[in-house]
C-alpha cells in the first residue's frame, strides 16, 4: 500500500476512534490524594451468564505516558464493555507534562514532543491503584468479581498492564516488587509497547521510551525495573493484540515481546489483525473491538 494511502487510513481511524462523546462512569474513587489517582468504573449493562458477579476488566489508557491523552479517550471503549457485560476499572495515573522531573535535556526542546511519563511516579500510580482495587471494587462496585480480573492496556497502556502483571519479578529492590504474581485471569495487551528498547530502536511516539526513563545511561539501568520484556515469565494468561498496518507502535514491538517470552519458555498469544492499524482497537464501532472483547472474554469467563 502505497505510504500516503497507509497514511489516510491511519488518520481516518484516528478520527473515527476520538469521535464519540466521552461516556461518564457510574462511580469514580481515589486510589491517592492527588487529581489524578482515581479509577472510573462502570457497571455491566447487561447480564451474560448466571447472576451473580462479573468478571471485572482493568484499563489501562494510552497516550505514549504523557498528560495530553487522560483516560477520558478511552471512556466509549469502558461503555463498550460494560455493555458486553463486564464490571470495568478504568485507572487514571500520573503522566508526563512538558518537563517533569528527571526528563530535563530531553523534553521541553524545540521540535520534539511533550515528555512522556514520569520517573517514578507513573509506576507508583499504577501499583497504588492495583494494589487499592480489589477493596474499592467491593465498595464502590459490587456487581464486580475481583477474583475474575482482567487487566486491559492499549498502547502505552499495554506496556503498564504487562509491566504490571509482573511486578513479582522486578529486582528485589523495587519498591513495586510483589511477593506473588497478581490474582489475574490475564492480561490482554492490545499494540502495547511491550519492548522498551525496541521501542526505543524504532522511535516510538517520538522518543517516549527515551523519556519515560530518561536518556543515556538512565534507561539503561532502569530497563530491569520497567521493561516487560525482562520481566518474563510471568506465569499469567498473556494475549498480545495487534494490527498489522498499525504505524503508531509496529508489529515488529509486540513479535519482540512475544519472542522474549517464547525465550523465557512462555507461550504468548498473538492475535495479528489484517489491515487494522493502531486505534480500531478501541474503537466501539470498529470489527478490531469485537475481536478484543472476544480475547477478553476468553480469559474472564
Do not use: N
Not at 474499592?136 to 509491566?163: I, K, M, N
Not at 532502569?222 to 506465569?235: I, W
Not at 503508531?248 to 512462555?266: F, L, S
Not at 469485537?290 to 477478553?296: F, L, R, S, T, W
Amino acid at each position: 500500500m502505497p505510504d500516503d494511502v497507509a497514511a489516510a487510513r491511519a488518520a481516518a481511524e484516528e478520527r473515527s476512534a476520538f469521535s464519540h462523546p466521552p461516556v461518564d462512569p457510574d462511580a469514580t474513587a481515589s486510589y491517592g490524594d492527588l487529581p489524578d489517582q482515581v479509577i472510573d468504573f462502570y457497571a455491566p449493562r447487561v447480564q451474560v451468564g448466571p447472576g451473580g458477579p462479573v468478571p471485572l476488566v482493568v484499563v489501562l489508557h494510552g497516550g505514549a505516558w504523557r498528560a495530553a491523552h487522560d483516560r477520558r479517550h478511552v471512556t466509549p471503549f469502558a461503555d463498550f464493555l460494560a455493555r458486553r457485560g463486564f464490571a470495568v476499572a478504568s485507572v487514571e495515573y500520573r503522566r508526563g507534562g512538558d518537563t517533569p522531573e528527571g526528563t530535563a535535556g530531553v523534553a521541553g526542546e524545540a521540535g520534539t514532543a511533550p515528555a512522556a511519563g514520569r520517573w517514578p511516579e507513573t509506576f507508583d500510580d499504577v501499583a497504588a491503584a492495583l494494589d487499592a482495587l480489589p477493596a474499592l471494587v467491593r465498595e464502590v462496585l459490587p456487581q464486580g468479581d475481583p477474583r475474575r480480573t482482567v487487566l486491559v492496556g492499549h498502547s502505552a497502556g499495554g506496556h503498564l498492564a504487562l509491566w504490571a502483571a509482573a511486578r513479582h519479578l522486578l529486582p528485589a529492590d523495587a519498591p513495586w516488587r510483589t511477593d506473588r504474581p497478581a490474582p489475574l485471569r490475564g492480561v490482554v495487551a492490545l499494540a502495547p509497547i511491550a519492548d522498551l528498547a525496541v521501542a526505543d530502536k524504532l522511535d516510538v511516539c517520538g522518543g517516549a521510551t527515551r523519556q519515560l526513563l530518561g536518556a543515556d545511561d538512565l534507561f539503561e539501568q532502569r530497563r530491569p525495573y520497567a521493561d516487560p520484556a525482562l520481566l518474563l515469565p510471568t506465569g499469567i494468561a498473556t494475549t498480545l493484540v495487534q494490527g498489522r498496518a498499525d504505524r503508531v507502535v509496529p508489529q515488529a514491538v509486540a513479535e519482540a515481546y512475544a519472542d522474549a517470552a517464547a525465550k523465557a519458555g512462555e507461550v504468548v498469544g498473538l492475535t495479528l489483525l489484517a489491515d487494522v492499524g493502531h486505534f480500531p482497537l478501541i474503537d466501539p464501532v470498529a470489527d478490531a473491538c469485537a475481536v478484543v472483547a472476544e480475547e477478553i472474554a476468553q480469559l474472564a469467563w
